[in-house]
């Protein structure tokens, strides 16, 4: 048996502590022999105990809860004979937080419930400046859907989640931008059905219930308010969305070089995504690519967009219809600025191979974030 008394006292010297979460959950253990954890509104281990390592590995190595410990937590299941005392944070409406003690007595469950209650009080701050990392506020078990979804991917059509058969996009909208909220309210405007999974520096939104007719709808939609976000090709495998999140994040990562779209559609940045992994060996290895510098260098002087022109023909698969329309041009005048690009750096644009070869060089080359030399240093 324990004393609240001294459990206050512990409190207080462990709001001291640089990590205060940390050092309460381990000396509340010390004294109440109670696993304690505490976890955001997230489903992030902000710290807890050994007792609590010891029962749920698998939530405290990777740092949030797992879908196996969160479903035991709801149903306050035993575990190795102890029972579960749960009490959230709450901030405003919805709760920022939960205090986790597992203890061996079930005769102590009144004192574990009150000493929840005492720490739920005493750590609310913690918790609150946790939370203004992120947008959104959900419920817990919609931030288990969208890690189970996006992080853990088991087979994801368990009942226990009901998630919805059909077709499917994911979205990622990056926080850096500034409108994040405002793109996923849009987003919910113009889609009931989504599900959405936040990280620290990202959003990613599951659009389901979504049909091939749907899909030009929803991709125009998006280009005409001219919001900043990377979407997926339609799919029917939710156990893709982990692959899916890899994807769009890789392709967030593309430095922006004078883009028009706010869009970055998967079919069409997709490589240029995969060319980041490259970029600190290209870096290390100081790629320089001289045709391309010339026809950066021929931009420069004469105001054309050649480089630009060449990447999205290439990127379009040498397909001129697709491309003039992706530049906004005229079919003709895509032909003629690939007759001057020929001229300028010397290469057959028809040619598969060396087109190929164009396509990793220029991939490689903006991945690499390398600028154009001076015109000095070329004519040097």
Known sequence: MFEIENCYR?????????????????????????????????????????????????????????????????????????????????????????????????????????????????????????????????????????????????AVRSEEWNFPEGKYLVILIRKDDGQTEETAAFLRSIWKCMQIYEEKDEVFVLLYQVKEKDVPFLYGAIEAEKRKCCISEMFSDLSLCGNKKRILNRMSRVEDFGEKSAVRREKEWSMQGMYTYTTALIENAWLRDYSMERLLLEDERNHTELYHTLK?????????????KRLHIHRNTLVYRLKQIKECIDVDTNDYEVCRELLACIMMYDSAGQSIRSRTDYED
């Open 10 to 154: 512990i409190i207080f010297e462990a709001m001291l502590e640089d990590s205060t979460f940390r050092c309460i959950a381990e000396r509340m253990e010390q004294y109440t022999k109670a696993g304690t954890a505490f976890v955001s509104g997230m489903g992030k281990v902000l710290a807890c105990s050994s007792v609590y390592a010891d029962l749920f590995p698998v939530s405290a190595g990777k740092g949030h809860l797992a879908s196996k410990d969160y479903m035991a937590m709801r149903a306050r299941k035993e575990i190795a004979g102890r029972s579960w005392s749960v009490t959230p944070v709450y901030g405003g409406k919805r709760a920022i937080g939960y205090v986790i003690l597992v203890y061996e007595q079930k005769k102590e469950e009144g004192l574990f419930l009150e000493l929840g209650e005492i720490l739920a009080q005493n750590l609310k701050r913690y918790f609150e400046e946790e939370q203004k990392q992120y947008v959104f506020c959900q419920p817990l078990k919609e931030h288990m859907a969208g890690f189970l979804l996006f992080k853990e991917e088991p």
């Open 312 to 324: 999205t023909y290439l990127l379009c698969e040498n397909n001129v219809t697709v491309a003039a």
